[in-house]
């Protein structure tokens, strides 16, 4: 189990690292587009990391109603918290 | 003063004439084109040199009829051989007539396009036959563009995404930084100025300027051989340096006063 507040810390260090953002605007409520100057093609890079760090395939099409960074944050939550696959 | 009644006049002449060629064209000498082969690429080539006559031929009706004047200064930089990972050529976009101009200097090139158009019964198979890029989201606009650079293309692309709003700073969006880098290819700039104001942003087509608009199209030497990233650069920051380079670049060289 991760806890949405160490998602959005690790979030906000990828942001930083990636895109240059400077961390003061990076809050749960800055939207991607308006707010953070992140297009379509920066969000093909930030999935890429995300794949990365969690290990997890995230589609485009789970981000594709994501918004703002708390958006991002619940969907991560809910990717990294889900139940186990049984092995078989 | 009548002068300037002419102008106005002229111009929706023109933009009526445009119109009636775009049917015209689009209905009739379209099809016949297409009925000269049935190899793709032989085509792509018959329609975008068409489609680079049709506006020669419209640019000099333009000034045919004294709705503006115009220099051009270094063609020849278009016609340079075109390396293996293909040329981009950027452009500001002072006026509606920029892309028209631009397309009549270069009897091939890709250009791309709003999407709208393939869903438009006139320009429809015009631009299905030229092969130009529909204007879609990120990253299959990217591949489709670097599709045709790295086969040695010519692409125009006007990093402002829209005309650019007079006496404010340029503006720009990161998808011609994003398509060279994803290239690696030469970047030529091309200055065009229009003086005074004509067909920009803010005003209506028949809004005829004081004097006769001049423009200066100016084909500038390449800012690099080869778009890439420095060493250890993420591509998401290559692409917001390169973004930041040309709007100076073309800051300074259009004397407008930074953001």
Redesign the interface.
Same mark, same amino acid.
């Given at each position: 189990m991760r806890t949405e507040q160490e998602i959005f810390d690790k979030l906000r260090d990828i942001l930083i690292?990636?895109?240059?953002i400077e961390p003061a605007k990076i809050q749960l409520e800055a939207r991607f587009f308006e707010d953070l100057d992140i297009?379509?093609?920066?969000?093909?890079?930030l999935l890429l990391k995300l794949n990365e760090v969690t290990g997890k395939k995230i589609q485009a099409e789970q981000f594709k109603h994501v918004r703002t960074v708390g958006d991002v944050v619940s969907a991560l939550a809910a990717l990294l918290n889900e139940p186990r696959e049984r092995s078989a | 003063m009548l002068n300037r009644i002419w102008r106005a006049f002229g111009v929706s002449l023109a933009f009526a004439l445009f119109g009636l060629g775009g049917i015209a064209l689009g209905f009739v000498a379209m099809p016949l084109l297409r009925m000269t082969t049935f190899d793709a690429k032989t085509l792509r080539r018959r329609t975008q040199r068409f489609v680079h006559q049709c506006f020669r031929g419209y640019i000099a009706l333009w000034q045919g009829l004294g709705l503006f004047s115009a220099e051009l200064h270094h063609l020849e930089r278009l016609r340079a051989p075109v390396g293996p990972r293909g040329r981009l050529i950027i452009a500001n976009h002072p006026s509606l007539i920029d892309v028209v101009f631009l397309v009549s200097l270069l009897p091939e090139v890709d250009c791309i396009v709003k999407r709208s158009l393939w869903r438009n019964p006139f320009l429809r198979w015009p631009v299905v036959w030229a092969r130009y890029i529909p204007n879609q989201?990120?990253?299959t606009l990217?591949q489709a563009c670097v599709e045709r650079l790295h086969a040695g293309r010519i692409l125009l692309v006007f990093p402002e995404g829209t005309r650019s709003r007079p006496g404010e700073p340029l503006l720009m969006? =990161?998808?011609a930084a994003?398509i060279a880098l994803a290239a690696g290819c030469e970047i030529v700039p091309v200055l065009v100025r229009c003086e005074p104001e004509f067909l920009s942003k803010r005003q209506w087509p028949w809004q005829a300027p004081p004097v006769k608009p001049h423009f200066t199209i100016a084909i500038e030497a390449a800012l690099t051989p080869r778009a890439e990233p420095l060493p250890g650069e993420?591509?998401?920051?290559a692409? =917001?340096r390169l973004t930041r380079e040309f709007l100076a670049w073309y800051t300074q060289k259009l004397g407008i006063t930074p953001l």
């Open positions: 690292d990636l895109f240059e297009d379509s093609i920066d969000v093909i890079d | 989201a990120g990253e990217v969006q =990161r998808g994003q993420p591509n998401a920051l692409a =917001r």
